[in-house]
């Protein structure tokens, strides 16, 4: 796909977007080509959707569409780890396979694949739907639309079937892919966020002048474009090495982003944004979520620093 | 040549060369050891040519893409042959004299920049005029043969070492503000400047304050027209934001690998080495972005301070680390090392000051890049 053929399907994505969410947008999505586009040019399909969809607070399937095509699995849904980790949803466990991860966009699903952390390595199992737990999870953001999934298998199923060629699964690879889409979600969410706020410091009038006059609201603003475009260069780098550290890297600035982004835009929508006759509080809500899946900031940054401080070596320089 | 190419024969020359090139052991502990080092190191890089690449061919270059001169920063720094901050004055004062200069002074004057024969400072800063620029009072009125400047500057860095200065003066009324303002090239041997150098906190006199009294200039030294100074020094600053950036990005990231080697076990806190090491790398990632825009033949503007602000968010936390981990030494120690290690941790306070405030360039993001009007 050249320049001028991706902005025009990037037109119809927006558009999209902002029209439909849940299985409505993946049918969308469908009709669009967006699942050939991922599975040719998973940089320009993954970027250009997940933007877009943080942008408009909407919701699809393609985070699970994204971990199929990186395992070579579709079309079973993935299942994803549990809410705060990223590591594999199952893990083998005495004799059984605990299983604990969250799914969405896949309400009819007869099974799902299983990624399995087996102690020597991860496999991967595709495990009937009836033999699962579902309980469709409401929380922090009931428009998200997840369901937790939880049970206990007997560990002979985990040697079930295993992606295409029958080798071992490549979660990292997955887990990775993963995080870069999750990024540029919250950057999308960041972004809007980012918008709402400054209209409203445009409009709002108090003693006598616009508040977006008022430096202490600038200040804010401009940290928060900060914020978002450090995130934004971290992705795009991120694509540019293609290393699992630093992917990463990218989804926690991009979880610490949106998590100031949040924070500074509530501040100057006040009042207003604190109710939900403004639709902030959904934007708030979305990128709390979602800096908690495939590992939040905080648990990333952790696993990154002892990772670091265990090898006493910093990940390669970024080439120019 | 292309970047391949050019990285590939570099790094190869370096290796070759590595006992030429080399700092001597107090290399870093003194300005003028620093100085004499720049000077010796681009020298050789510049009779070997690779000085000269990225550079126009009028001005003494071989031609190329930008990148080759980031790249060459690049390898330089990380070999710890140069220190980032004096060799990157290269690049924000060369492409100033090729874009505004006579072409006959730009191609005379440029290749002594380039090879490390001549030293020039850039005097902007006035004691009255720090962050409002347009304020300058240092005054410049028509004579015989050009223009007679008399007035005063402060912070500029080098000064001392110094043969030229890229001068910005007031020729209009005070209140003409920026329109009123004038490019000039100055000799800092010229009859009536005084260089009084001022030493910092960190134990340098890295800049100083410089003294016009009825200093003459020819008017063939004017940068631009008449008037035009305030547009020099526009189109100057997000160069100090760009490949300059680049070099000390990969300062920042060598120092925090040594610092990893040297910090003693259970003195570094996991967490906060991984969040400086996610910033000094989001830090490299926008540099790196803002590279290749500049390669693109793209104008940098005011986009180029989130690389401002992000530099130096990345150097403070670096340097906060470094006197968490190594306390012992940046408090106590007394050899060179930790020497060098307290004043860059010093000199790391003063990244959210120079080069237009860290306050500055949050104004300018929010009147430039978002829209939201003037402040109050």
Redesign the interface.
Known sequence: MDAGDLELFERSLRAATQRHRGAELDAALAELGWTELLAEEPPAAITTLFELQGAANTTSASLTRVLEESLGVGPVPVLWPALGSADPPGCLRDSSVVIHGLIAGAPDAGSYLVVINTGQGTSAVEVPAGALTARPVHGMDPWLGVVEITGRLNSGAASGSVPDDGGPVDWPAARALAQLALGHELVGASRQM?ELA?AH??ERVQFD??I????AV??R???T??AV???S??L??AWEDGSEV?AG?AK??AGRGARTAARHCQQVLAGIGFTTEHVLHRYVRRVLVLDQLFGST?SL??????E??RS????P??A? | MDLDEFRTTLDAWLTDHEAELAPAPEAHDTLDAQMAQLSKVKRLAHDAGWMRWGWPERVGGLGGSALLRAYLGEALTVRDLVEPGIYSMTEVLAPTMIDYAQPELAAAMVPRLLQGEETWCQGFSEPGTGSNLAALSCRAVPSEHGWRVTGQKLWTSLAQYAQRCVLLTRTGTVESAHRGITALFVDMDSPGITVRPIQTMHGVEEFSEVFFDDVEVPLERMLGREGQGWSVAMDLLPYERSTALWHRAAYLHRRLQRLLDSAPAGALDPTVVAETTQLVYAFRARSRATQHRLARGETLGPETSIDKVLMASAEQAVFELVGDGLAVGVMTGDDLENRRWRSEALYARAATIYGGSAEIQRNVIARRLLDLGKDT
Do not use: I, K, N
């Not at chain 1, 977006?212 to 430096?215: C, E, I, L, T, Y």
């Not at chain 1, 940054?301 to 002892?306: D, H, K, P, S």
């Open positions: 980012l400054r410091a445009l002048r616009p977006a006059s008022f430096q600038r200040h603003l401009a940290d474009l900060v475009e450090t995130a260069a971290a795009d780098a630093s890297m926690a600035l905080r940054t952790r696993a990154l620093g002892e670091l401080l006493g070596r910093l990940p320089l970024l120019l």
